[in-house]
Each structure stands twice: as structure tokens, then as C-alpha cells.
């Protein structure tokens, strides 16, 4: 799984483009201002992902699908790239997810073809983009 840096860098890049998790719902603990707006202590406030993952503030060419943007990954601002949370809510099966992902992408790349069954199928959402049919793919063994 180590000597599989190109395929985690490329999964770290979906993630950035597609995350995950759409966003999430943080209470206000003190009061701040905001792009001139007051928010107050005791509110909920909801944090997008794509507003960070998409950032010119925060990527170079945000829209580039750009896996090596991961080698000798410079040190971002925290929080800018979390597809698995942040400390102190980072996910606890952050490295499950690493390792069911990278044996995943190996089994299928290395041994199958796959089509999409449905490629110009419809994308719905409600905070999560879901393609109508769920992704059917057809794999064919090499």
C-alpha cells in the first residue's frame, strides 16, 4: 500500500473535486463577524467544502484535475483540504478508508475494464450529488 502514492494522490484529488461529505453544521461559540455580518454565540452555521476545495486562495488551478498537486504536498492552511474532517472531529476510519480505497482502485485497475452503464445518467442531490441509478458499472475481466 506505501508504493501506492500516485493512486492515493489521485483518490486525494476526486476527493477534493467530488468531497465526500458535502459540508456540515458547526455551533458558534463566540461571537464574529463575517463579510460584515455579525453571526452570534448559539448559532448554526453551515461550512461547504467546495467553497475550500474549489479556492484559487487555497489551490493553485482549483478546477485541474491535478494529482501530483499531493507529491511532497506543501503545507496547506489547516482546514483547506479535510475530505475526512478536521482535527478535533477527523474521522476515525480515515486509514480503513485509505486502505479499502487503495485495494479498490488496484483490483480494478489492474485487473478489469469497466464501463459506465449509464454514462449520461441524471445527477440529483440534497447536499450530496447522487446519479439517479447509482453509478452502475459493467467490469470485464482483462
Not at 506505501?2 to 458547526?26: D, H, I, T
Request: net charge positive; with cysteine.
Amino acid at each position: 500500500m506505501s508504493e501506492m502514492k500516485y493512486s492515493w494522490n489521485a483518490m486525494c484529488e476526486v476527493m477534493r473535486l467530488v468531497p465526500p461529505q458535502q459540508g456540515n453544521f458547526r455551533e458558534v461559540f463566540t461571537n464574529f463577524t463575517y463579510a460584515g455580518y455579525t453571526i452570534p454565540k448559539g448559532w448554526k452555521v453551515y461550512w461547504t467544502v467546495n467553497t475550500t476545495n474549489k479556492s484559487s486562495k487555497s489551490f493553485r488551478n482549483p478546477r485541474k484535475f491535478d494529482p501530483s498537486r499531493y507529491e511532497g504536498r506543501e503545507a496547506s492552511a489547516p482546514y483547506t483540504y479535510a475530505p475526512f474532517g478536521g482535527r478535533p472531529r477527523l474521522c476515525p476510519r480515515k486509514e480503513y478508508a485509505h486502505l479499502v480505497v487503495l485495494t479498490l482502485i488496484h483490483n480494478v485497475v489492474k485487473k478489469h475494464k469497466w464501463e459506465v452503464l449509464f454514462p449520461k445518467e441524471k445527477v440529483f442531490g440534497d447536499m450530496v450529488p447522487m446519479p439517479e441509478k447509482g453509478v452502475l458499472i459493467c467490469l470485464h475481466p482483462h
